[in-house]
């Protein structure tokens, strides 16, 4: 099995900066899109930003040119580096990982890790 665990949540003012991370254990290699989900309690889950195996990425436009998604492959590791955040950002976030090469092809067959918090005040 595949076992995603984020870290790197908190609280920041306006304009701050966040690292995600992502640890992947199991057979991660059987996934081919890994990405990021944020959901507040009035939404469902949106897709922040994907990648996939050969390197194709994609991000919400609210936060393009803000953020960058990245993959260590030595450490097994998923990155979102959030930059001039906005309270708009306040979300839990998730990671996942797919079967299919892009991750919102890859329905029931998705891995999600347990969520880290991302609070941005104003």
């Known amino acids: 099995q595949v076992q995603l665990v984020e870290s790197g949540g908190g609280s920041v003012q306006a304009g701050g900066s966040l690292k995600l991370s992502c640890a992947a254990s199991g057979y991660i290699f059987s996934s081919c899109g890994m990405g990021w989900y944020r959901q507040t309690p009035r939404k469902e889950r949106d897709l922040v930003s994907s990648l996939t195996r050969d390197g194709i990425t994609t991000y919400l436009d609210s936060v393009k040119g803000r953020f960058t998604i990245s993959l260590d492959n030595d450490k097994k590791t998923l990155h979102l580096q959030m930059n001039s955040l906005k309270p708009e950002d306040t979300a839990m976030y998730y990671c996942?990982?797919?079967?299919?090469?892009?991750?919102?092809?890859?329905?029931?067959?998705?891995?999600w890790g347990q969520g880290t918090q991302v609070t941005v005040s104003s």
């Open positions: 996942a990982a797919g079967r299919a090469r892009f991750l919102w092809w890859s329905g029931k067959d998705t891995y």
